[in-house]
């Protein structure tokens, strides 16, 4: 093949990478794609591409010329410690004959393929590292050409472009996610203003009125049948609460996760009339500050499912260091339930389930004579 044919496919081929890379939606379609080139274009025997975390940890490593089961046997990925970590600490594209010659080259792991000529650059996009890309053992030749460097720039620059514009997708995704999610605390306390300005409130009056009504009726029976109906509404406007109550969430805002608890503890006291001893460590709060808001969720539902079933006179919320992380424990004195039976209806397995996304375990305890425990173990 001359260098003019030669020159004018690898040309072609970028543009058909070009082209191709920016209708593909899935990043590691798009990067197993980048390396199928690498090795078309340069006529090298492998190639790999290595995608960097935000903590400089290798996220993503794929390769091309290399079986699953020879990359098995290898084992552990490169930690950019040898040549290869020049690619991101200099950031500029790196050619080598020999790499064993190189005076960073610190070898190659047991049942790792022989591997001498090399050409890789860092993969980079607006002035930020995202990682590497490198071809090693050119085929029919002792090592790689100019051609071949600039070529693989081209591709490590698209590859650079396609890691950005995932890592956008998924803050935006991420956004969108929290705006749904504000949206709907906004509307849930819409329901709540409107159940205790207006619900609640007519609710009161008719109960008031009823109240006079049986003040002046003349008949004891009446009287009696009023009061009792006074008492159903006492006991609806009692729910209502309640159910306001797990309503808001909005305690948490512009507080610390110990505050939080503290205030949620003091007002389902007041609300409920059940004794809330609040015991936090801040330490720990502190912690576990970038998952507050379900914290504060999970510890407010098992609160309401206290103040409706519960009938305790006292409730303990605690939040301490434990052996294997953070432990947050939500305890009453009341009549208890049979926890294998009416769990999930109480609202349990919505706590299981935020609990599990959190990545941590949740223990459920109830009885007659002991009441019930909660208990989550959190990972900090």
Do not use: W
């Not at 030749?141 to 600039?150: I, K, Q």
């Not at 709907?184 to 009504?213: C, N, P, W, Y």
């Not at 809330?276 to 801040?282: E, F, M, R, S």
């Amino acid at each position: 093949m001359t260098d003019r044919v030669q020159g004018r496919d690898r040309s072609e081929l970028l543009i058909e990478a070009g082209l191709a890379l920016a209708s593909e939606r899935s990043l590691e379609a798009v990067l197993r794609r980048i390396v199928e080139l690498a090795v078309d274009l340069t006529e090298a025997r492998y190639c790999a591409i290595s995608v960097l975390a935000p903590d400089g940890r290798i996220e993503e490593f794929i390769t091309e010329g290399i079986t699953d089961e020879e990359r098995a046997l290898i084992g552990e990925l490169p930690t950019g410690h040898g040549v290869l970590g020049l690619l991101i600490s200099e950031g500029r594209p790196l050619r080598l004959a020999d790499i064993a010659a190189h005076p960073r080259s610190v070898g190659f792991p047991p049942h790792h393929p022989p591997m001498r000529s090399l050409v890789g650059a860092p993969v980079l996009a607006r002035g930020q590292i995202f990682g590497n890309i490198y071809v090693t053992e050119k085929q029919g030749a002792d090592e790689f050409t100019a051609d071949d460097e600039r070529a693989l720039q081209v591709l490590a620059t698209q590859a650079g472009v396609a890691i950005e514009n995932a890592r956008l997708s998924e803050e935006m995704v991420r956004a969108q996610d929290e705006v749904r999610r504000l949206e709907v605390l906004d509307e849930r306390e819409r329901i709540a203003k409107e159940l205790h300005d207006g619900v609640i409130q007519s609710l009161f009056s008719v109960g008031m009125s009823l109240q006079g009504v049986a003040a002046l009726a003349q008949d004891e029976g009446v009287s009696v049948r009023i009061e009792g109906a006074v008492e159903d509404i006492d006991g609806a406007i009692r729910d209502l609460r309640n159910y306001i109550f797990g309503l808001r969430p909005g305690i948490l805002a512009d507080r610390q996760l110990d505050q939080a608890l503290r205030e949620l503890g003091a007002e389902f006291e007041q609300r409920s009339g059940v004794v809330t001893v609040v015991d936090i460590d801040p330490g720990i709060a502190s912690k576990l500050a970038s998952v507050a808001s379900d914290i504060v969720q999970v510890t407010r539902e098992a609160l309401s499912n206290v103040g409706r079933h519960a009938e305790a006179t006292t409730c303990r919320v605690s939040l301490r260091r434990g052996a294997e992380g953070a432990i947050l424990i939500i305890d009453d004195d009341g009549r208890g339930f049979d926890a294998d039976d009416v769990a999930e209806g109480l609202g349990m397995g919505n706590l299981r389930d935020r609990i599990s996304s959190l990545g941590g375990s949740i223990d459920v305890r109830s009885s007659g004579e002991e009441g019930t425990t909660i208990r989550a173990l959190l990972p900090l």
